[in-house]
């Protein structure tokens, strides 16, 4: 997290305190580096080192119109969801042409949508939604760009919702058929067929699953080639992990632990590790990153409210709640939570909880962290990514603020909505 760090025992993002910001913008708040965004996107970018390739950012971790702009510019393409993140990707300037959709179940409308935007390439997944694009296609006098998603079958190690590259998940076309649909796709006069995509999950910390998945998607490849079907893309999908645990290291932090499987590889090194095999198809290739762009360009600010202690466990009641930040009640996600202005003092070991009337809304348990009173501000950690864009109004909570730190230059990238607003 080099653009958050502390300096003289205060957290600073780039060069302004974080205390300044919070104090400023009240709590809870999301606040996000532009330089640790740029870094990110341009080490990912830079990886394919001469390859045609356009890495697509994948809108669902983060869908901030400014840090979308921010992307755009740096020449970023879009992997989009809905119709709702293509409008989203446009309005913010990314090119149709860099535009990916993906998703088991597109709408009608949305692929008309997707289709009178002239995007780049629908990532399809299944034979029955060819059908239904091929018509649409034939009903509007246009042909659709597509690839198919192919499952190629192999465990990403990673949490269970968010695996997505077995055979028992709904995601994609069996590889062992997939020959078939691909030559079915060629025969519908409303398609081109122009690429391959695989995604197998997301947060996967290791090199392994990718590269065997790289050899599949080459070998299927050559296999259609073979057939007559051209393949000119691979999209290899996006999932590449980041670190959460000790993302900030200080002598006044407890030491988190960690073993190295929790530790992400360096960004850029997962695409070195499959470039060799993916380059042997000829093909140009895409990639759909979020979280790598996004994650740890965010944090989520927020203020101790009360502490409890009742007997058996130690409570700190932060003013977030599960509605601003899912991940930890829905996955047992782990982010690091660290004072803002660090002291001297014994860890304490406590849940760090919300406001919200759930026994799931929970940030930490049994976690040692220094000791908080009242009034204290807290940073979670790693947030940027399914953070703000994972959020509710569960409660009838009012959206939180996002603000944009670049270099001592704070601003607001989105109102914190009021109770007046709530519907
Ligand atoms: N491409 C496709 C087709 C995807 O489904 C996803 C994520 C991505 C790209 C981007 O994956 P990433 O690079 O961000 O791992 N809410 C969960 C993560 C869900 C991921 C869904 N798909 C979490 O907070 O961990």
Redesign the pocket.
Known sequence: MTHFHFHENELYCEETPVAEIAAEFGTPLYLYSRRQLVDNFRSIDGAFAGVDHTTCY?L??NSNHELLRILAAEGAGA?A?SAGEIHLALKAGFSPSKITF??VGKQDAEIEYALRHDIFAF?VESTEELAVIDAIAGRMGKKARIAL?VNPDIDAST?P??S?GLKTNK?GIDISVAADVFRYAHSLPHLHVEGI?T?I????LKLDPFEQTARKVVDLVSGLRAAGIDIRHIDF?????VTYKNAIRHPLLPMEDATAADEAPMNGEFIAAVLPILKTAGCSIVI????????NTGILVTKVLFRKDNGVKKFVIVDAGMNDL??PS??Q?YHQIVPLTLKQGDPERVDVVGPVCETGDFFARERAIPSVQRGDMLAILTAG??GFS?TSHYNARPALAEVLVNGDKVRVIRERERIEDLM
């Open positions: 994948a669902k971790a992997d969801v993906a998703g990532n998603r949490h919702y968010i997505t995601f995509h995604h999950g997301s947060q996967i999908g996006g999932g590449y992990g759909e990153p979020g979280r790598s762009i996004i994650a899912i991940r829905l996955y996600a990514a399914y994972f």
